[in-house]
């Protein structure tokens, strides 16, 4: 069923339900995670406490971000309608749930809050945001549609999830909390780890997705390399992340607590070669389950890290 004006107000938590699957859920919620973190990691590196202004500014990043997010994707889906009838039928685009019209209207909408509220919450946030939408907007859209070439595709999402919203949300945060543009030690540190961490997400993400890509000649790593290869890369690099991060906390980090920092990224290595054992890379539905285990570790760092600044 596709959305007039009548049906979206007799139907409303239809409507939503779609808008919710639209906006990619996995990414909204890291999206909202990577806000929230970094607020936190800027309070507790400057012993500044949460105030109702500080909490308005994040509120204002956080809408920012997600209008961003929504765009990006939302943008994606618009130019792989075909592709995702065969990779995923159930996205609203592809199963008829939005028509085109629609989803555009969506995206515009989006994208045009995003920019309106980050240029009126300061130079950083619009900064991150105008750079975010720009990538995200060459990533799927014509005539450039850099998703067509491996390394440029990772390269889009390893940018704007790994560089463009850690640093620039943080200098958002400095500049907005102490007046100045400064970017810590443990921000440079999580950046590192999100930047190789997402190298991890963005060549495995098109694993599930074998069948479509090929059909439309979307050349991926999958199909360069094979699908058995991408995942132990995929694990290798997951596993370099919480092996360096560990070496990190045995050096010893200021303003973390270092057992915590070394005993959580154990468990999550731990988790990580136990999960990998079992994968059945002949069957779609383990495939996609494995990369979504995948989000939640990173998930997972952008909760514990910053507790890490204030245990």
Known sequence: MSFSSS?????PSSFIKSLWKFSRPHTIIGTSLSVLALYFIALGTTNIPISPSNIKQMLAVWIACLCGNIYIVGLNQLTDVEIDRINKPH?????????IKQGWGIVAVMGLIAIAISAFSGTWLLATVAVSLIIGTAY??????LKQF???AAFCILTVRGIVVNLGLFLHYSQRFQGQEVINADVWLLTLFILLFTIAIAIFKDVPDLEGDKK???ATFSLILGKTRVFQITCGVIAICYLGMIAAGIIGLDGINSSFFVIY???LLSLLLWRSEDVNLEEKNAIASFYQFI???FFLEYILFPLACFV
Do not use: E, M, Q
């Open 140 to 145: 799927s859209l014509p005539p450039i549609r």
């Open 216 to 218: 439309y000649n979307i």
């Open 91 to 99: 996205l609203p685009v592809a199963s008829g749930a939005f028509t």
């Open 265 to 267: 990224h154990l468990v």
């Open 150 to 152: 491996p390394f440029f």
């Open 7 to 11: 049906s979206l107000i007799l139907h």
């Open 295 to 297: 989000w939640k570790l």
